[in-house]
């Protein structure tokens, strides 16, 4: 066992090159990330290390990008492909919701299609329009794929490989925010599958639920609140589809309030989505509504307005005060 100090960003380049050592059909496929290693140098040293044939630096295009890597696992690859920046998956949109979500079923299951689309996503960076935004909900909504996203670089080791793994197409979404601050990660066992939500802090007055970049906030708005005598539980996702919601469901049976936080925008979102499912299923065990935290429902800003726009712990906390209120 080796339990190293990493970055995101270094832990998922570690777990793509094991994923391509042990499995020589897995290639990458992207934008500048060949011996640039990536505008996150996420991919950096393994141009050096596979080659050409098996890092491939594609040309601008997410429509060519992804309809390539639909082929490629047609014959028996595992392509992962890089979208550079959250807002540059629209070029690629049809051919991942009308072609790579749907072609396991259109052939009746006797076919896989084994891609991972890797999109850096959410904001916290102080970049310019289309490179900070949170696609996440047009991909979970959509039947074929599953979506999942790391919040800690442990999870991101694993998370990784376990996507490349799967037979089905995923959507793996790194965000931006926490590419660089560095956690433990232990490259001798994973502890959680891939699509299993978990408690990452105990209590007992009130449950925080998110996913990604938002996990580290609710840590920090638990951290004040117990100051101010609140004991609050926080869960993070890891999976937004196929969403595991035993763990979710259990919390909120204990705690019997719910805040559901995410930098996305609120309409028609996975929040929106979980904040249904679990008052229709846990219903008599809450004693507030559930509260959704999110970002403002217009486009992402510019970069000086995004700490005005991206939830922080002032907004968790003040939907704290309104649950606890009841």
């Not at 990604?212 to 926080?234: F, H, K, R, Y």
């Not at 049976?253 to 609120?266: D, F, H, S």
Request: proline share 7%; with cysteine; glycine share 10%.
């Amino acid at each position: 066992m080796t339990i190293e100090s990493l970055s995101m960003a270094k832990a998922i380049n570690l777990g793509l090159r094991r994923a391509m050592t042990e499995n020589s059909r897995v290639l990458l496929m992207g934008e500048d990330i060949g011996p640039l290693g990536g505008v996150f140098r996420v991919t950096e040293g393994l141009h050096a290390e596979f080659g050409g044939d098996r890092v491939l630096d594609t040309p601008l295009a997410e429509s060519g990008i992804i309809g390539t890597a639909i082929g490629l696992a047609m014959a028996g690859y595992r392509p992962v492909c890089e979208i550079q920046f959250d807002g540059f998956i629209y070029p690629g949109f049809d051919q991942i919701t009308s072609q790579l979500a749907k072609l396991t079923s259109r052939h009746g299951g006797s076919m896989t299609f084994p891609v991972v689309i890797r999109v850096p996503y959410g904001g916290h960076i102080g970049a310019v329009e289309h490179h900070q935004e949170s696609p996440e909900a047009y991909f979970a909504h959509t039947a074929g794929l599953r979506s999942v996203t790391p919040a800690t670089p442990h999870d991101a080791y694993w998370m990784i490989q376990e996507a490349i793994a799967s037979n089905d197409p995923v959507m793996f979404f790194e965000p931006k925010s926490r590419y660089w601050p560095k956690g433990d990660v232990d490259d001798a066992a994973s502890g959680f599958p891939l699509h299993a939500s978990r408690v990452v802090r105990e209590g007992a007055d009130i449950t925080l639920l998110g996913y990604g970049p938002m996990v580290n906030v609710l840590l920090a708005a638990a951290d004040i609140a117990a100051q101010e005598g609140t004991s609050a539980e926080v869960v993070d996702l890891r999976s937004l589809s196929p969403i595991d919601y035993e763990p979710v469901l259990a919390s909120v049976r204990k705690t019997g309030r719910l805040i559901v936080a995410q930098e996305a925008p609120g309409f028609v979102s996975i929040g929106s989505e979980i904040a249904a499912t679990v008052t229709e299923r846990a219903f008599y065990s809450l004693e507030a509504p559930v509260i959704r935290v999110a970002g403002f429902d217009t486009p992402f800003p510019p970069a000086k307005l995004e700490s005005a726009y991206l939830p922080d712990a002032d907004r968790v906390l003040e939907a704290v005060d309104r649950a606890m209120a009841y």
